[in-house]
């Protein structure tokens, strides 16, 4: 194992993880030096977190501040990573094939800034990451609270040997980052599961036309499960993936500055239960969209297809108003391209600048055939409900309202009934009693009949249940 322990340092806060300089430590010693009260029993360690300045005499209560584990370079067998500590990724971390990350509940990962650090988990290895609703797995910034910046550091790439059309099924790097093959021909295989887990200002893109997620899932298998994942702050998209067909549920995706969802390279699993909530202010990328899909960036009509079935998604776009006017780059609710097969489901668009776009007239070909797919779901409050390429004159509209269909068209963003959905720090995207969101969803279609997809009464992410409070809609001002 070359799992690198660099240093455990015992430290007064999560926000200073060092050793106190030499002169300060010895300041703090020599003032204690002058104050001591000799009728007085405590801690009598500086370093300690509850020490006693006054106390003459140790009484063995001192307690001690996690320390922090330095890890770089790659892990080749199976690792724990313990709540008793913090973890500090830097640069690129690889779980090698064969090995198997397990990260305890509760337990903090920072990735390092100034080397980019960034988790991947290679083709044949598997991460095991459980929290709970109290205690997620958090990995975050490595800077203090108030310097936290979208893309602080590089994200989770999980990599697996399962089907994509990259390169026609024989893959590819995600970014051109070393060691981050995907795909192949396992399409059951298990990279592990993510449940109860927060990352934060992750998303660091370090080339132009690249693009990263919080969580990027490359080539991953049918049998790795994400479930309750919040991806907060990403400098590009929250969730990214490319070819694979994993189930993912309970996926939020927080103020990122691209897509909420993207799907690339031939994804072709499952999501349900899916919200995605836009600052209007923030400086998105162009074309920032809720869910992007693309069949590959090629346009190429390669299988197997970009054909994921969303149901049950949730997403809250920057027009908290008609009338707001939000930062440039924000797009469409749905942008589908590039000759994918997207398939969407009893789910709800509310506030994008563009309700849903589709371009290409393969893509055109696509939904005319029925292969991409777009039923029982409301658009709400979106100026411009659709929009088709210049030079076409497919009538999106009259597709969309296909009564077949079963999807409908709502003016304004109350009309959808949710309860405080723009709310950037303490949303709720509840339906309201009333709500059109209650009643008249299917699960007929053939690509639903899925053992992980769950058979609810409702539109869009939530019923009567938040099951959101596993998140941290405030991870600038959190000390951890
Ligand atoms: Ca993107
Ligand atoms: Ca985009």
Redesign the pocket.
């Known amino acids: 194992m070359y799992h690198k322990i660099i240093q455990i340092l015992p430290i007064f806060t999560a926000m200073n993880r060092g050793l106190l300089p030499f002169s300060l430590f010895l300041a703090v010693v020599l003032l204690a030096a002058c104050t001591k009260n000799e009728n007085k029993d405590g801690c009598t360690d500086p370093l300690a977190s509850n020490y006693d300045p006054e106390a003459a005499y140790d009484d063995g209560t001192c307690e001690y501040k996690k320390g922090s584990i330095l890890v770089e370079g790659e892990i080749t067998d199976t690792t724990i990573w313990y709540r008793d500590y913090y973890y500090i990724l830097r640069g690129n971390v690889y779980v090698r094939s064969g090995a198997q990350l397990r990260i305890d509940t509760g337990v903090v990962v920072f990735g390092e800034k100034a080397s980019n650090g960034t988790l991947i988990v290679q083709k044949g290895a598997q991460i095991l990451a459980e929290g709970t609703t109290e205690t997620p797995v958090i990995f975050t910034s490595d800077q203090d609270p108030g310097s936290r910046s979208p893309g602080d550091w590089g994200g989770i790439i999980i990599c697996g040997n399962a089907p994509t059309n990259l390169n026609a099924g024989s893959g590819g790097l995600v970014n051109n980052i070393p060691g981050t093959e995907f795909g192949g021909m396992e399409p059951e295989e298990s990279s592990g599961f993510l449940r109860n887990i927060r990352i934060e200002y992750a998303g660091h893109v370090t080339g132009t036309d690249q ?1 990263l997620g919080a969580l990027t899932l490359a080539g991953v298998g049918k049998q790795t499960v994400c479930d309750f994942v919040q991806a907060s702050y990403s400098g ?2 929250s969730f ?1 993936w490319l070819g694979g067909l994993n189930s993912s549920g309970h996926l939020i995706s927080y103020r990122p500055l ?2 909420d969802f ?1 799907c690339n390279y031939a994804f072709h699993g499952v999501v349900q239960f899916a919200v995605g909530l836009r600052d209007p202010n923030a400086n998105v990328y162009d074309n920032a969209n809720g869910i ?1 899909s693309d069949n590959d960036d090629g346009t190429s009509n390669l299988p197997p297809f970009t054909n994921p079935s969303f149901t049950n998604v949730t997403l809250i776009g920057p027009k908290t108003e008609l009338s707001t006017v939000p930062s440039s780059g924000y797009n469409a609710g749905l942008s589908f391209k590039n000759n994918t097969q997207h398939r969407l489901y009893n789910s709800v668009i509310v506030g994008f600048p563009v309700g849903m776009e589709l371009s290409g007239m393969i893509t055109e070909t696509h939904a005319a055939n029925d292969f991409l797919q777009v039923r029982t779901s409301v658009l709400a409050g979106c100026p411009l409900d659709f929009v088709v390429d210049q030079s076409s004159s497919f009538d999106l509209a009259a597709w969309y309202n296909t009564t077949a269909y079963a999807n409908t068209v709502l003016n304004l963003n109350g009309d959808v009934l949710l309860s405080n959905p723009f709310s950037l720090e303490g949303p709720s995207f509840l339906p309201q009693s009333g709500s059109p969101l209650l009643s008249g969803t299917d699960y007929s279609y053939g690509n639903l009949q899925d053992p992980f997809i769950q058979q609810v009464s409702y539109k869009g992410a939530f019923g009567s249940d938040n099951w959101a409070t596993f998140a941290n809609w405030t991870p600038q001002s959190t000390e951890y």
Do not use: M, P
């Open positions: 693009e590009d998209d990214l691209d897509d993207d992007e």
